[in-house]
């Protein structure tokens, strides 16, 4: 999987197309990313010791990873990503601008 925590990304189908957010966490065994504003359900949380009222949290769903895209960090676009070895070392490249990332 070549997306990973604190990637920008784009979503580029579904209900929440077009939106961009920060990959949370991402989840390669399950091929899914949880992407921060992006497939946001509500959750009903029952009164307890803790919170003695109870509440509706906001929780954000993962999605599967073929549904975004990254974000390219020199031109704010959509790019694929790729390999490439600098000094010895295999590094993700941005395929639009060749810009090495992180």
Known sequence: ???????????ISGDDKGKTGKVLK????????IVE????????????????KGSIKEINLPIDVSNVAFVDPKTNKATKVGYTE?????????????????
């Open 26 to 33: 991402a989840l390669p065994k399950e091929n899914k990313v």
């Open 1 to 11: 999987m070549k997306i990973r925590t604190g990637d920008t990304v784009l979503v």
């Open 86 to 102: 600098v000094d010895g070392k295999k590094v993700r490249v941005a395929k639009k601008s060749g810009e090495i990332i992180k």
């Open 37 to 52: 504003g992006v497939n946001v359900n509500k959750k009903h949380v029952k009164p307890s010791q803790a919170n003695p």
